[in-house]
């Protein structure tokens, strides 16, 4: 087993979701075609309810402003035609959702209906979030040698929160101590890691990030995190010129802790 030893002026492990705590698949093949599946289904059931009716008004006003956009599909106010009018809105918003889909957009008003319809579909215990199995006996590992351990994802606070209450190995919440959405910042710039470090009162070298992609790598790296890229089953090809200059890990387990003097 390669074994990567962890800077010893690290005190803060910084986790990426996607390809390095949870499989890419899970994220693809089950979380993604959840919401195109059953969008329509959920619209119809919650639709009078305030929160819906603000998810929806959000996706009207980013269908406005994306008006100008190849293929972009407006979502009518209401005319207060009855039953006929309600149907053509819910098809609109649908249409809408699967279009911003389709082009693997992450706008506020997509994100906030997605993550409104996850918590629907974690809570019933309809879906479970997936962890490869090394992660929780590291994470529990690294919190008993002092590490502090945060999260740092393009999802949002609020389905990280869903992912890990209400995940494959029970409800880990516990064992993070924090977490950071693209409300602080895009992943692949390097401010975002300052900010990071500022929120929780340490130095960017005070941080190992890890994460399957280079480029939010090489951003961390610029801000003076220490990185290690993860290599999972079904993520991205890494380069040669990438393999030979980052620290590469193929499970939690690799990382090796100094002792704690």
Known sequence: MVVLSVPAEVTVILLDIEGTTTPIAFVKDILFPYIK??????????????ECQQDVSLLRKQAEED???????PIPAASGNGADDLHQMIQAVVDNVCWQ???????????????????????????KGEVFEDVVPAVRKWREAGMKVYVYSSGSVEAQKLLFGHSTEGDILELIDGHFDTKIGYKVESESYRKIANSIGCSTNNILFLTDVTLEASAAEEADVHVAVVVR???AGLTDDEKTYYSLITSFSELYLPSST
């Open 37 to 50: 599946e059953n969008v329509k289904e959920y619209l119809q059931t919650h639709w009078e309810e305030e």
């Open 67 to 73: 008006s100008h956009l190849d293929g972009a599909v």
């Open 233 to 235: 089953p079904g993520n």
């Open 101 to 127: 889909m389709s082009l693997d957009r992450k706008t506020m008003a997509l994100k906030q209906l997605q993550g409104h319809m996850w918590r629907a579909a974690f809570t019933a215990g309809r879906m």
